[in-house]
């Protein structure tokens, strides 16, 4: 069993950043892809970007490229989205997750969620 943590959310302007942590315990996360999903209010959760297990390879969703920046520190466990250039529509729920597989289909652990709130 892996838990997963989230923490690092809050409100901030538009133009502001925000650093969000997933500190994982039970197991080590080595051995699974990371990622980071979101849920705004009305919508489905959707990936907004993925980290190998080594952190070789990234992938982000279009809308946050060149803003968000997905890390990991295996030996501390821990998973981290580096948010800049925050937007209004960046406000959602931000969950952390775990999977075998690096397309993160089947996720095997979530983390309970952060709330970013981004005002304009």
């Known amino acids: 069993q892996v838990q997963l943590v989230e923490s690092g959310g809050g409100l901030v302007q538009a133009g502001g950043s925000l650093r969000l942590s997933c500190a994982a315990s039970?197991?080590?996360?080595?051995?699974?892809?990371m990622g980071w999903f979101r849920q705004a209010p009305g919508k489905e959760r959707e990936l907004v970007a993925r980290?190998?297990?080594?952190?070789?390879?990234?992938w982000y969703v279009d809308f946050v490229k060149g803003r968000f920046t997905i890390a990991r520190d295996n030996a501390k466990n821990t998973v981290y989205l580096q948010m800049n250039g925050l937007k209004p529509e960046d406000t959602a729920f931000y969950f952390c997750?775990?999977?075998?597989?690096?397309?993160?289909?089947?996720?095997?652990?979530w983390g309970q969620g952060t709330q970013v709130t981004v005002s304009s």
């Open positions: 039970g197991r080590t996360i080595s051995r699974y892809a």
């Open positions: 997750a775990a999977d075998l597989d690096y397309r993160l289909q089947t996720i095997d652990y």
């Open positions: 980290i190998s297990r080594s952190a070789g390879a990234t």
